[in-house]
């Protein structure tokens, strides 16, 4: 893959990667750049805002459709197809949010669009309002980020003093407010009814959909348009390359470019963006990554943050063809897109490739899943409330040398019991992981169980645990 012209000539403090294709992070530790307007404008910035305002709304949602770009957040649904979910014959105000609480484990990507790059986000932000009607707009920052916070408020100032912002903006009649709100650190503030709640001033406990589709009954029940970071960035660059042409990045149904944020037991872990579908597992992990550490090999790949599923570096996939016909795919050939990922049994998810190489235990590994995903429930729903706890309690037995085999199959049991019977995708994503591991990971786990564990005198929380699950 060879660099654009422009690409080619600028210079940066990490240097790109022959295999990426830098789009939203073209700014990101470039040497010479900072997060000012006077910067940006230098570069061309907000002329793709100048060119949407003379098109119709409905025209620049009908290219951001034709782009197929899908949702950098999590999900990966259609960020077109969902903006046209807006009720047709509304009558109520429209809002805009963009989700930056990047809290999912593994994902680091918007912070860097936040501290070194504000306005590209604002840009997008701006036209996406345009095209959905929106004349007041929230970005929902975690806590943790306190210097984005400054940095993004600082780039609306001066967003509004060259008009930009506010009333009649660009002399158009369009009037726009953009205001920054700073969530308390919660992962739940993630999804996105979560975040609307909490966004209202109340607990953020998690919206039951259907009926409340933020496009539908969202922010004070009223139409809202929820989009993460790196979308947002997107949407200016459809505009300026048109849907078709953004089209021709990336493989089909997976278009475009993606920031890939890599941790864990690899040489150069970092951020890294390519064009969807166009890198491979292998070249991400050696050619991208350097390899695992000197004298380790690569175990297995958290690909989409810490809620996806696992995957062993020693498993091949047979996968179905558009024309019906059957494939065989070996990991090290899984190409980094949403649907070839999916079709193996995990997520691209938010783009957080965690590695984890043979010196992890896995109980070890899971049970730092799980700590996590206990303190963070929000609490609303009864399975995740008490099941994520649970299956903390169980893995805290299990790195302690103090489980059982059978609790293996208590903690199977607790994980497919919270799959599917939340209110929110939280409850998936605190038992995906749990029930992954188990299924690919099963005799290294029960390897470090000891069958006298359940007589131990010291454990009777675990010994009372186990008399009333005997009884169902």
């Given at each position: 893959?060879?660099?654009?012209?422009?690409?080619?000539?600028?210079?940066?403090?990490?240097?790109?990667?022959?295999?990426?294709?830098?789009?939203?992070?073209?700014?990101?530790?470039?040497?010479?750049?900072?997060?000012?307007?006077?910067?940006?404008?230098?570069d061309?910035?907000?002329?793709?805002?100048?060119k949407?305002v003379?098109?119709?709304p409905?025209?620049?949602?009908?290219?951001?459709?034709?782009s197929?770009?899908?949702g950098?957040?999590?999900?990966?649904?259609?960020?077109?197809?969902?903006?046209?979910?807006?009720p047709?014959?509304?009558?109520?105000p429209?809002?805009l949010?963009?989700?930056?609480?990047?809290s999912?484990?593994?994902?680091?990507?918007?912070?860097?669009?936040?501290?070194?790059?504000?306005?590209?986000?604002?840009?997008?932000?701006?036209?996406?309002?345009?095209?959905?009607?929106?004349?007041?707009?929230?970005?929902?920052?975690?806590?943790?980020?306190?210097e984005?916070?400054?940095?993004v408020?600082?780039?609306?100032?001066?967003?509004?003093?060259?008009?930009?912002?506010?009333?009649?903006?660009?002399?158009?009649?369009?009037?726009?407010?953009?205001?920054?709100?700073?969530?308390?650190?919660?992962?739940?503030?993630?999804?996105?009814?979560?975040?609307?709640?909490?966004?209202?001033?109340?607990?953020?406990?998690?919206?039951?959909?259907?009926?409340?589709f933020?496009?539908?009954?969202?922010?004070?029940?009223?139409?809202t348009?929820v989009?993460?970071?790196?979308?947002?960035?997107?949407?200016?660059?459809?505009?300026?390359?048109?849907?078709d042409?953004y089209?021709?990045?990336?493989?089909?149904?997976?278009?475009?470019?993606?920031?890939?944020?890599?941790?864990?037991?690899v040489?150069?872990?970092?951020?890294?963006?390519?064009e969807?579908g166009?890198?491979?597992?292998?070249?991400?992990?050696?050619?991208?990554?350097?390899?695992?550490?000197?004298?380790?090999?690569?175990?297995?790949?958290?690909?989409g943050?810490s809620?996806?599923?696992?995957?062993?570096?020693?498993?091949?996939?047979?996968l179905?063809?558009p024309?019906?016909?059957?494939?065989?795919?070996g990991?090290?050939?899984?190409p980094m897109?949403?649907?070839?990922?999916?079709?193996?049994?995990?997520m691209?998810?938010?783009g957080?490739?965690?590695?984890?190489?043979?010196?992890?235990?896995?109980?070890?590994?899971?049970?730092?899943i799980?700590?996590?995903?206990?303190?963070?429930?929000?609490g609303?729903?009864?399975?995740?409330?008490?099941?994520?706890?649970?299956?903390?309690?169980?893995?805290?037995?299990?790195v302690?040398?103090k489980?059982?085999?059978?609790?293996?199959?208590?903690?199977?049991?607790?994980?497919?019991?919270?799959d599917?019977?939340?209110?929110?995708?939280?409850?998936?994503?605190?038992?995906?992981?749990?029930?992954?591991?188990?299924?690919?990971?099963?005799?290294?786990?029960?390897a470090?169980?000891?069958?006298?564990?359940?007589?131990?005198?010291?454990?009777?929380?675990?010994?009372?645990?186990?008399?009333?699950?005997?009884?169902?």
């Amino acid at each position: 893959m060879s660099f654009d012209p422009i690409m080619s000539a600028i210079t940066y403090t990490k240097p790109p990667h022959p295999l990426e294709t830098r789009l939203i992070f073209k700014n990101v530790d470039r040497e010479g750049w900072n997060p000012s307007i006077g910067r940006y404008l230098e570069d061309g910035g907000y002329e793709q805002l100048r060119k949407a305002v003379k098109m119709e709304p409905k025209a620049i949602t009908e290219e951001v459709k034709k782009s197929g770009l899908r949702g950098r957040g999590g999900a990966g649904f259609p960020t077109g197809v969902k903006w046209t979910f807006i009720p047709p014959n509304n009558t109520k105000p429209v809002y805009l949010i963009c989700n930056a609480d990047e809290s999912e484990p593994g994902t680091f990507k918007d912070r860097y669009i936040l501290h070194q790059d504000p306005h590209q986000m604002l840009e997008g932000m701006i036209i996406s309002c345009f095209a959905v009607g929106a004349h007041i707009a929230y970005i929902y920052i975690r806590e943790e980020f306190p210097e984005a916070a400054k940095i993004v408020e600082k780039a609306i100032e001066e967003a509004r003093e060259h008009n930009f912002l506010g009333k009649n903006l660009l002399d158009t009649g369009f009037d726009l407010e953009i205001y920054v709100h700073r969530g308390a650190g919660a992962y739940i503030c993630g999804e996105e009814t979560g975040l609307i709640e909490s966004l209202e001033g109340k607990r953020p406990y998690p919206r039951i959909k259907p009926p409340y589709f933020p496009a539908a009954l969202g922010l004070y029940m009223c139409p809202t348009i929820v989009n993460n970071v790196e979308s947002l960035c997107h949407v200016k660059h459809v505009i300026e390359m048109g849907g078709d042409g953004y089209a021709k990045l990336g493989a089909p149904r997976n278009t475009g470019t993606r920031i890939l944020c890599v941790s864990g037991d690899v040489k150069k872990p970092g951020y890294f963006e390519i064009e969807v579908g166009k890198v491979t597992m292998r070249e991400l992990l050696y050619d991208m990554c350097g390899g695992p550490k000197d004298g380790r090999g690569i175990k297995a790949v958290i690909p989409g943050g810490s809620s996806s599923k696992i995957l062993r570096a020693d498993e091949s996939y047979k996968l179905r063809n558009p024309d019906g016909s059957e494939r065989e795919l070996g990991f090290w050939d899984i190409p980094m897109d949403f649907d070839t990922l999916a079709a193996c049994g995990s997520m691209a998810g938010s783009g957080g490739v965690i590695v984890i190489d043979d010196s992890r235990r896995i109980s070890w590994v899971l049970n730092n899943i799980n700590a996590f995903y206990a303190h963070e429930s929000c609490g609303q729903c009864t399975p995740c409330r008490e099941g994520s706890t649970w299956m903390q309690k169980i893995t805290d037995r299990l790195v302690e040398g103090k489980a059982t085999p059978r609790d293996i199959e208590t903690l199977e049991s607790v994980a497919f019991q919270i799959d599917g019977r939340t209110i929110c995708a939280f409850g998936e994503a605190s038992s995906w992981p749990v029930e992954a591991i188990i299924a690919k990971f099963r005799d290294e786990l029960i390897a470090d169980t000891c069958e006298d564990a359940g007589k131990d005198p010291k454990n009777p929380e675990a010994e009372a645990q186990r008399r009333y699950l005997a009884a169902y």
